[in-house]
């Protein structure tokens, strides 16, 4: 279905789908003969068929009133007369071929639709009873839409086809003509395509006007027959059945389409136009409007003797004796507003979606938007009057409503009296009360959020935020702190800061205050939260808060800036280590040049954990060149690992539980010291290690011995101390990174000597010593390890590592060889080239100028020292600084060299 179905089948059942306008409220005065009989109506052209053989043409012009109902008015133009006694029977226009086909006294009159000029004043066929106009000619492709095609039903039971060329009507060619006995007596008939629909002696009949077969349907029995196009190829019947008087539609095979429609009485006069089927009921006087959709009833409309019902052109036009009257629809607009008034949102709304899809494609889809919009704001304030909240509320976003509207409803939420808008005053939504405000304070927020952005200027942005922020302090207080201090924020400080301190809010005023460069007070505040119990706000983070607003704190000037936060570390630091971040929060550079690092040590002397951080901060990111600092930080945190060391074991010996939490702390410490050790160079070896010497710190001394160059000593730990073979290869590794193959032979080569030679009564690790000998990672001198070996050693043992060893030998040989025979190569290219530019010689005559400036170089026999590109341009010093790039060409000679070398 549609959205126009869909639509009908919720709410078809409640809508006004017409209204009855008159055009022409009196058809001839003084002829009181000339009554309407059938009525053709095109565009702006109307044309009357009268009782008494006239054709009348009226120009018919619309136009919208104040309320959005169309209008109509009808101009009478010109008339013809055909008949003198004789009614206009039928009459159909031809837009495309600019003809009125026009039947009176069994003749085929074609007329100009304008002039009404009969073309030699006489009738182009005769002899006939009824005409049928193709409804859809291009349904199955063969003719296009605007072909005219006709059938005409002649006397002697004829049925032939027909086409309209220019004035012509000349013989459809496709079609046969068919005479013959079954044919007589047709009272209704209408075709689509190849198909004719007729009604004859007590039944409905599909004829085939290509071969003249003829399909009986159904019976009417005593109905008086109706046929009636719908759309497509689908017609409707009027039958009779027993008690029931029925209208079927079906298609041009006789097949249902759609569920019949059950009439009161058999109608006299009836028309379609979708969805709507449109019948006369003689009897009580009335339309009846019923959608084939929904199979329901819509609407009843009275009139008085209508002798005339079509669809003619898309428009329902209706005919009574002396007047004509068009069913105008409803505009949705109208229909959409009767609807908000009644309180019924949901189908306005449903409506408006309706009629907005379907507007055609050259409407502006700026106004279609500026409509729909309008339709929903009015909707929402008809939802907020009838305490809908959250639903209006969300229809005013769709709107993209003002949302300083809705302020104006909430005087508790303003600072000033303002002016409910008129959309909402045409609805009569009264301002909410504070109890009102309360209940619907989750749709409020949202919807001031969501539109704030809508705001005008910053004076409305202003009155919302502040709205809102009043909002959130009496109905949502952990939200209040976070939006008062989004940079983006534009309450009003004198209209918040009593509602605030009132409500015990005094975080989120320090977050107005600071964001509105109120620095200062915004920090007594927090001050005072933590040292004072006399205020207390439970949406206060804590002093971390603190410590983040200071790493971004601005202030006139670095002085200024120095100040405000060094104020605030004497107290802040004896709340939490993490305010060193309030020197290292910024870039680097702002922070060293802010704070100098020995005023901020000395600041931190007395709180280890802080002066840890800062620190850390200065070796790792400020990338600090001081061996001071590099040895502070190492000599800290063994301090640190050695009390939690010694906590633990006091922990240990009262037998105290929850030990894996300290533990895991002392391991991280240990992390921290160990990463510090390794990837410094710049502290003092000799001081650790003395402060190392006592304790069981085995993995820290290897690496503090190793960055004395104490390599043997260092691997004598690992191995002997901490039996971690596998963190003494890894240690070889990490230690000859940067050094040369030499380097690396020589520092496996020591971890070798170790396993073989261990000091003291330990014994040797052979199998290790056999397993570095094979590692590729090793890369062992085999001179060097030959000596090292015991003498009892057999040869097979190492067999793997000389043929290795050989064959590593043979490949670094031939690699060095290679390396070294480009060098010479590039050497000798180098050399060629510089003795090519001394061959160039340079001639210099009297007069000679810098081919740049312009400056003298040779005069009076003196040259001065001058600069010679090998483009040949000639400089002076100043003009020549850059010996790369010619400065009268711009070429670049470094990137010329490279491309001839190659």
Same mark, same amino acid.
């Given at each position: ?449 969501? =539109?704030?952005?809508? $705001? #005008?200027? /910053? ?7 502040? &709205? %809102? !922020?009043? *909002? +959130? @302090? ?17 309450? =009003?400080?004198?209209? $918040? #800061?009593? /509602? ?7 975080? &989120? %005023? !320090?977050? *107005? +205050? @600071? ?34 607003? %200071?790493?971004?704190?601005? @202030? ?347």
């Amino acid at each position: 279905y549609s959205l126009l179905d869909r639509f009908a089948m919720e709410y078809g059942g409640q809508l006004q789908a017409f209204s009855s306008v008159h055009v022409i409220r009196s058809l001839a005065k003084g002829r009181p003969a000339t009554q309407v009989n059938c009525i053709e109506l095109w565009d702006d052209a109307l044309w009357v068929g009268t009782t008494d053989g006239y054709v009348v043409y009226y120009a018919l012009s619309t136009g919208t009133s104040p309320t959005g109902a169309r209008t109509y008015q009808c101009g009478y133009q010109r008339e013809k007369r055909l008949s003198k006694s004789k009614p206009i029977l039928q009459m159909v226009v031809a837009p495309f071929n600019q003809k009125l086909v026009v039947l009176c006294e069994k003749k085929i009159f074609l007329m100009h639709m304008h002039t009404l000029s009969v073309p030699g004043d006489k009738a182009i066929q005769k002899g006939i009873e009824m005409f049928a106009v193709d409804r859809c000619p291009n349904i199955d492709g063969l003719s296009d839409v605007s072909d005219f095609n006709l059938t005409l039903y002649q006397e002697k039971n004829i049925i032939s086809c027909w086409q309209l060329h220019g004035n012509q009507l000349t013989k459809d060619q496709r079609y046969k003509e068919h005479k013959s006995s079954q044919y007589a007596n047709i009272a209704r008939m209408q075709r689509v395509s190849n198909s004719l629909m007729i009604a004859q002696d007590g039944f409905y009949h599909i004829i085939s006007l290509l071969n003249g077969d003829k399909a009986t349907l159904t019976a009417y029995d005593n109905f008086t027959p109706l046929i009636c196009w719908m759309q497509q190829d689908e017609f409707l019947l009027g039958v009779s059945t027993g008690h029931a008087t029925l209208g079927m539609p079906v298609n041009r095979d006789g097949e249902p389409t759609r569920a019949p429609v059950q009439w009161v009485a058999p109608p006299d006069l009836v028309a379609y136009q979708d969805p709507y089927l449109v019948y006369y009921l003689k009897e009580s006087r009335s339309i009846a409007i019923h959608n084939v959709i929904t199979n329901l009833s819509v609407q009843l409309i009275d009139y008085d003797n209508a002798c005339f019902m079509a669809d003619a052109g898309g428009i329902l036009v209706l005919g009574a004796p002396n007047r004509v009257s068009l069913l105008s629809p409803v505009t949705f607009e109208a229909q959409i507003n009767d609807l908000l008034e009644e309180g019924r949102v949901e189908e306005a709304l449903s409506l408006a979606q309706v009629s907005f899809s379907q507007m055609e494609e050259d409407e502006d889809p700026e106004l279609i938007a500026r409509r729909y919009s309008d339709i929903k704001q009015r909707a929402g304030y008809t939802q907020l009057k009838h305490g809908v909240v959250d639903k209006g509320l969300n229809l005013l976003i769709q709107a993209q409503t003002d949302p300083l509207g809705v302020v104006a409803l909430c005087p508790s939420l303003s600072s000033s009296a303002l002016d409910i808008p008129l959309a909402a005053r045409e609805v009569g939504c009264e301002p909410f009360t504070e109890q009102h405000i309360g209940a619907n304070a989750d749709a409020l927020a949202e919807f001031f959020i969501t =539109s704030r952005h809508l $705001c #005008a200027n /910053r004076t409305e942005l202003v009155a919302v935020d502040t &709205a %809102l !922020a009043l *909002l +959130y @302090a009496s109905h949502h207080p952990d939200e209040l702190a976070a939006f008062v201090g989004r940079p983006d924020t534009a309450c =009003s400080i004198e209209a $918040c #800061a009593k /509602r605030l301190q009132a409500l015990s809010r005094h975080h &989120a %005023l !320090a977050m *107005l +205050y @600071a964001n509105e460069g109120l620095s200062r007070k915004a920090l007594d505040i927090w001050k005072q939260l933590e040292l004072t119990t006399d205020m207390i706000d439970p949406t206060y983070p804590g002093p971390e808060h603190i410590v983040t607003f %200071l790493t971004s704190v601005t @202030a006139e000037s670095k002085q200024h800036l120095r100040d405000l936060i060094e104020q605030q570390v004497p107290w802040l630091i004896k709340r939490t280590p993490q305010v060193v971040r309030v020197y290292t929060g910024r870039p680097v550079a702002e922070s060293l040049e802010l704070f100098d690092p020995v005023n901020v040590l000395e600041t931190l002397k007395g709180h280890k954990e802080a002066k840890l951080l800062y620190l850390e901060w200065l070796v790792y990111k400020a990338k600090s060149k001081l061996n001071d600092h590099h040895t502070l930080l190492a000599l800290g945190l063994l301090d640190a690992v050695r009390r939690k060391q010694t906590e633990i074991n006091n922990k240990r010996a009262r037998g105290a539980a929850g030990l894996e939490q300290d533990q895991a702390k002392w391991t991280a410490l240990r992390e921290r010291l160990q990463t510090a050790l390794r990837t410094s160079h710049q502290y003092s070896a000799n001081q650790l290690m003395r402060e190392l010497k006592d304790t069981e710190l085995y993995a820290e001394q290897a690496i503090v011995l190793g960055h004395a160059g104490h390599h043997e000593k260092a691997l004598h730990l690992i191995i002997y101390k901490i039996g971690d073979h596998d963190m003494a290869r890894q240690y070889c590794l990490d230690n000859t990174q940067a050094t040369s193959r030499r380097g690396r032979q020589q520092l496996f080569l020591s971890l070798l000597k170790v396993y073989l030679h261990p000091s003291g009564d330990k014994r040797p690790f052979t199998a290790e010593a056999v397993q570095l000998l094979n590692s590729y990672q090793s890369d062992l001198d085999v001179v060097e390890v030959l000596k090292l070996l015991p003498d009892h050693w057999q040869l097979n043992s190492i067999q793997h590592f000389l043929k290795q060893s050989m064959q590593r030998d043979v490949h670094h040989s031939a690699l060095t060889s290679v390396k070294t025979g480009l060098a010479k190569s590039q050497a000798l290219q180098t050399r060629e080239h510089h003795t090519l530019l001394r061959q160039q010689r340079t001639t210099m005559t009297e007069g000679a100028k810098c081919m740049h400036c312009g400056k003298v170089l040779f005069s009076a026999g003196m040259l001065k020292p001058f600069v010679r590109y090998p483009n040949g341009v000639i400089t002076c010093l100043d003009c020549g600084k850059n010996r790369s790039v010619c400065p009268k060409t711009g070429t670049h000679f470094k990137v010329t060299m490279k491309r001839e070398q190659r």
